[in-house]
């Protein structure tokens, strides 16, 4: 507990001030005697417990809420009881009816989805206007109820809300700004985590379960991109309390762009899930062939690289609420990304499974060549390859690669930790219809190979992804004013501040 | 309202048995005349209106934290009081202390995370320990007090769980196992749509932005694979309120295994992140060129097709609780996603751009061959193309599909409703360190014709995720015994209801 509470000082000042809050209400209560007055005192704490949240902003709407639901069901209840007073002995009975047709009008209106945001009104709505009727008929003093219950919460709202914003404020739109900038540093530190892992060869020894039916699990890359892409729902949740905060701190302007904050991290969400299909192709059980990772290796390595900044500047931008300096934030990774294209180009006779083309002229054509320039071939393949990788007969490292991989995975696979994964290349050998062994393996291999023109494209969707990040953040800075850049120079134009800023970047690279 | 209350009857079922507890709790109170209790009766209409929850789960939970937090509250605060009487003068001094503390040190417990269920129990717990305290002082009988409460808490709990379970109950756990069948659909649609969508080209004009910047939106690919995703936090409440439920219906034995529903849930949601990615692969910038599209069509559709088919199947065998048939579900779709990379294989060629291999032997040695074989390429090529895309004269077609569609894409993009996506190879266009236009735009052809490669393969890495989708559902269907497929034979052994089965499903396809 107490570890706990070092760990986030905001969580003990909150329970500080929710004590300190009970206290005054309960000095309240015994310093003033009007009788009248203090039986109904579990009116004041109960709402100062149920009103006093976190953030100013949820205090600001569950104390709305609470208002205005007590506010009109006290009316309604009035009226009602005005009513059946003139009837006589039907008085209960219309009690009763009105106490049904209330309660199931506002529980169905409460269900729509449009009234989420004012559940918590509804109830009290409900709650006050039982509670009138009830005590009303019972002490023959409806207006006196209704008016002491108002008066009191009234007190205690007052009491949470001063102490609430007076002591140490938590302002749910802080928490908004600051989850948003996190989330970019966590994919970033997944995007690294994956484009290393995939250069290294990295495989899961066995493939966490937990991961595999998406359930929260330690793994650094996972738990990088997961908590961008589960951040969704307290964004909303975040966004419905700021919306309520009164302009604060840094946050100006009577309509901040809040709504802003959550599309930057939806653009970043739809960003991250390009860095989780990268993750895929980490567990995925067809792996490219480490020689072939190698001959892109400095490229990907680029990109990843350049990506992560771009996030992590965005990120920085984000927390210290400061505009783009220039507009070539991209610039960078847009040619790393651009030289792992060119490089695929270049080389993409390595992805590909020539041996199998089928038998029009063209590709014949090609073959023939192959066969020709079979040996230089196989040397260059060789000149790459692992020492530890020398079973190909028939030049079938990528397929051995593949089945060695698969088995080191699946030995351990009936440990509780991990699934059976009896995963498709395994279960066709005992299928039925099975091709011949030797045409199958080719098959894998070629499956292999392009499994890295996968990634890399992956890893190029990601870089134009990046685009709608950068356009919402220049959206939020304008309408949020976010401040200049300092590093920008004001004398001239465009051409210096650009050449200024790109020797800067320059030196921060190689320093 | 009438409309919504139609949509969902149960709403209307709930909220009228909403009105049915509050008017009997109020009626209730109307006939009995114990003075004593009836001023304390708001905490039954109070237990009702907070503890009558929609799903029976969500009742028996809240009622217990209720209960709970009332009982060691009501203990605490008579301990205190007791205490506190012989101390005279410092009696005021210690209540106020005390509720300092205790308010303290349940607010910060409250929010630890591993309390978040019983969140609501410390709450009721504070509420009851001021309210004894306060009330207890005031009229000098702390045990009247807590005792009448207790009581009319237990009316309040008792009237609420007679109703919801006695009358029309709502189970979360029969939502929780509907919510997992009706992914399954939801997911199946999304992967046929992005299917046929990317075979025929399909195109957004403009990319809204809402799926850019990840919010709700009525496309129907989009909204397919997004509830399954978002149902994370859905499935994990209805777990949290399943969990509490006694056994009722077709749910039988007392630790029923709801757990490996939301597993299943998960394993699904893991399949929909790939079909996510073959979304981004129509979200692209970077599209394959139509006439390659074409040549794999029959492969990439019959992939499709036959995945759609095993998740709609698994979603219905969840639904009715029945276990698989055979062991092969499957088999059909390992054979379709082999039958594509066998193509691929074959046509490879028709995926990397031969011109810009680099100058090692090999490659060269295949260049020459291209270049006298190229009339015959070129015939070959032009032979699958649509007539309206002809102005290639260097063999351009991809790259020419490439920006017009990009122009198409962006000439509306100063509407509101879409981002300004000023994405990455136009902007390029105005880079200052440009390399000749020519070299780019083969570039961008090379890639447009790669992404169809990656398309394929994520779709291969879709249907090796299946895997884990049987996996889960294996072990859900064991555990919670699902009753097995009437259409097995019981007779012979495997080979002949296999067989059996096989023609059943040849028939379905072909009818």
Redesign the interface.
Known sequence: ?WA??RADPR??V???K??????L???L??LREPRDI??H??WA??TV??VFE?SIGATLSKGFNRGLGTLTAGGLALAVAELSKNLGKLE?VI???S???????T???K??PKMKPYEYGF?VF??TF??V???G??TGKFTDTAVSRFILIAVGAAVSLGINIGIYPIWAGEDLHNLVAKNFTGVAKSLEGCVDGYLKCMEYERIPSK?????AWDDPLYSGYRAA??A??QEETLLGFAIWEPPHGAYKGMNYPWRNFT??G??L??CS??V??LH?CIL???QAPPESRKIFSAEIHRVGVEGAKVLRELGDKIKTMTKLSSS?I??EV??A??AL??R??????L????E???T????E??K???N??GI??KE?KNEVMEPTIVDQTSGHHSKSFAVNSFLSRHDSASTVDS??????PA??SF?P?LPLEDDES??YE??SA??L??F???L??F???L??VV??FEELSDKAKFKEPVEEPVTTGEGDGGFLHKICRFVGITS
Chains 1, 2 share one sequence.
Request: aromatic letters at 10%.
């Open positions: 507990m706990f509470a969580k003990a909150f329970a500080a929710v004590g300190l809050a009970l206290a209400i309960s000095l209560v015994f203090v039986s005192s579990v704490i109960l417990v149920v976190f209960e009690l009763i009816i106490t049904f047709i209330v309660a199931f009008s529980t169905l209106m269900l729509h109830r409900l709650l039982c509670y009727m009830v005590s008929y019972n991961i595999l039916v998406y359930q892409v589960e969704s729902a599309k930057v939806g653009a969400r739809h899930f390009a989780m299909a895929g995925s059980e067809i070539d991209l610039a847009h040619l990304a651009e294209q060119k695929i180009d270049e080389k993409s006779y992805l590909v499974n020539i199998r083309w089928d029009s002229k063209q590709a054509g090609i023939e060549v192959i020709g320039t230089v071939a260059k699934f059976k994964l009896l995963s498709w279960r066709r299928h219809s080719k098959t070629s499956a392009l499994s023109a996968t890399a494209s992956l190029i969707e870089v134009a992804r685009q709608n356009n919402a």
